[in-house]
């Protein structure tokens, strides 16, 4: 019903910004959330940012707040992270996520492939 694809990561040094994207695709007006993750060895699965499609709020997780910022563009489709001051730490696989409700139940359905980011000290 919805796709999503990633693109943007790669490496970069400690300190450093990188912007990752999401496009998405289908049935796009069934989603009430877009959001983003990352997966990593060492912390298994993050939440990271969200944004509830109905008025724009935004929400992040306590490891990248300050650092990580949500934004979208409608016209595209488009959902991006812009990643600041970028720590080893943050080196995982990040992936986009958007969220379903049904029923009352809410569910982060659809997922991207993720995109691979590495931060080096």
């Known amino acids: 019903q919805v796709q999503l694809v990633e693109s943007g990561g790669g490496l970069v040094q400690a300190g450093g910004s990188l912007r990752l994207s999401c496009v998405a695709s289908g049935r796009t007006l069934s989603s009430d959330a877009m959001g983003w993750f990352r997966q990593s060895p060492a912390n298994g699965r993050e939440f990271i940012a969200s944004m509830l499609l109905s008025d724009g709020q935004t929400y992040y997780g306590d490891s990248v707040k300050g650092r990580f910022i949500l934004s979208t563009d409608n016209a595209k489709n488009t959902v991006y992270l812009q990643m600041n001051s970028l720590k080893p730490e943050d080196t995982a696989t990040y992936y986009c996520?958007?969220?379903?409700?049904?029923?009352?139940?809410?569910?982060?359905?659809?997922w991207g492939q993720g995109t691979q980011v590495t931060v080096s000290q």
């Open positions: 996520a958007a969220r379903s409700r049904m029923g009352g139940v809410v569910e982060w359905k659809y």
